[in-house]
């Protein structure tokens, strides 16, 4: 098939990408490349630099290359950034998916698989989150994402173009990118690679579901071939605190170092974990990689680096 993968030089799109055209499809790749990297790009791609903000030149794209399926991940990610910039949030994750959903209604698209948050989805409910709890996001983050799945919707009932959205919790892995948000792994690897002292957010015992990035690239495969319309999480319905984040780096790295406290983030819930068993009964996907053996992959890669 041919697919268009937005934000495919980034952390999570840049595996999808290396795991369709593996599958033998035909994969053309937008990114603005303001916080994906070159380096991820698979050279089998089609590269084509571009802000999905710019209207013009992404229905120019689009009804050119005539995808089959959209996979759209680019999107402003900063939960912390939003809450001072919701406007800019607001631009890239709203407007920015408006600009491609308007094309591909022109260019006969027959589904689009959107990369959404699951983590900052549902508020301060109990734990774990299902796709049937009502959503409470916190964040100018979360409530445009939530926006972006509403506007699926529409699309799907007016338009008649597919969807799933798949709600991630927090991905990690190789090619994470340590300024983006709820990469915290990432941002402790960066930290000591340069020999600063990590700083945790807030008093650690804080949790968040930590789901390996090659098990959300089997999400967006499975996706491919389901008739399912919806929403989807993708997490491992495990809570795992900062404190035992930093705890597992530092003993996997054979470090000696002390913990250190920072100040509270704003708009960020105090824990999160998503029920996957309406994504296993949908899909057939289920996590397959653990905290443990994650984190030691993740850490093989930043050595290697």
């Avoid at 804080?206 to 389901?226: E, F, Q």
């Avoid at 809570?239 to 920072?262: P, R």
């Amino acid at each position: 098939m041919k697919i268009l993968v937005t934000g495919g030089a980034g952390f999570i799109a840049s595996h999808v990408v290396d795991q369709y055209l593996d599958l033998g499809h035909q994969i053309t790749v937008i990114d603005n490349l303001s916080t994906g990297q070159k380096a991820n790009l698979n050279p089998q791609a089609k590269f084509i630099q571009c802000d999905i903000t710019d209207k013009e030149k992404i229905q120019e794209i689009i009804l050119s290359e005539q995808p089959e399926i959209i996979n759209h991940h680019a999107a402003h990610i900063q939960v912390g950034y939003s809450v001072e910039n919701p406007q800019f949030d607001a631009q890239n994750n709203i407007l920015g998916l408006l600009n491609i959903m308007q094309a591909a209604k022109k260019a006969g698209v027959k589904k689009v698989i959107m990369a959404s948050t699951g983590g900052a989805m549902y508020g301060n409910q109990e734990t774990p989150f299902s796709e049937n709890m009502k959503e409470q996001p916190l964040s100018p983050y979360g409530i445009s994402k939530r926006a972006g799945e509403l506007y699926l919707n529409y699309y799907h009932e007016i338009q008649q173009i597919p969807f799933i959205v798949l709600r991630y919790s927090n991905v990690y892995g190789p090619r994470q990118n340590a300024h983006g948000e709820s990469g915290v792994i990432a941002i402790f690897l960066e930290m000591i690679g340069e020999g600063k002292q990590l700083v945790i957010n807030g008093d650690g015992t804080h949790t968040r579901d930590y789901v390996y990035v090659s098990d959300v690239v089997k999400a967006n495969v499975l996706a491919l071939d389901s008739d399912f319309i919806g929403e989807l999480n993708i997490g491992t319905q495990t809570e795992t605190s900062t404190n035992q984040v930093f705890d597992k780096l530092v003993a996997e790295l054979a470090l000696d170092l002390k913990k250190e406290y920072g100040p509270e983030r704003i708009g960020e819930q105090v824990t999160s974990s998503l029920d996957y068993s309406k994504a296993k009964e949908i899909l057939g996907w289920e996590p397959s990689v653990g905290f443990d053996e994650g984190v030691k992959k993740t850490v093989e890669w930043f050595k290697s680096k």
